[in-house]
């Protein structure tokens, strides 16, 4: 008999999909090959703008990091980590995303940002064997993901509490 893990519903879910001017240059792209290819035939035309346009769609798709709090984890793309080695999580304005990646800045941060995306989250690592010193995540409801950050911790703090109690 084989035991399944189901791991645990994600408290935040975000897609950081591309903005508004990405699919315009993924659907102008697609245009573009109808133009070029007009001359040629109109009927491959349309085939290869068709083909451009859902493969564009398929490269956004694939690139759109995920960002969830799931399983007591931050997830950011590829990377985790997770909450209960998160101190506070800040909201940043578009100025406070400019100044904690901007000169003076801390190369060691970990950075999940989307330029078309203005907010971000930033969380101090409290761990002290991690060399990275924050986590910078975009973000286009960053307060939301800062309360499951928060949720999640009490949540780690609170399972802590009675595995110790």
Known sequence: MSIERVSPPATYRERLWPGLLGWAFVLGFAA?????VLPVDPTVAVVVAAVTAVAGVV??????A???VRGGELRAGRAHIPVADLGPARVLDQQGVHDA???GSDARAFACLRAWIPQAVEAEVTDP???TPTWLVSSRRPAVLCAA???????AQA???EQIG
Request: charged share 15%; hydrophobic share 55%; proline share 7%.
């Open 101 to 103: 990646v901007g000169p």
């Open 129 to 131: 064997a991690d060399p």
């Open 59 to 64: 490269i956004a798709v694939r690139t759109s």
């Open 159 to 161: 399972a802590h509490s």
């Open 32 to 36: 573009f090959a109808f133009i070029a």
């Open 149 to 155: 950050l928060d949720a999640a911790q009490h949540s």
């Open 66 to 68: 995920l960002v969830e």
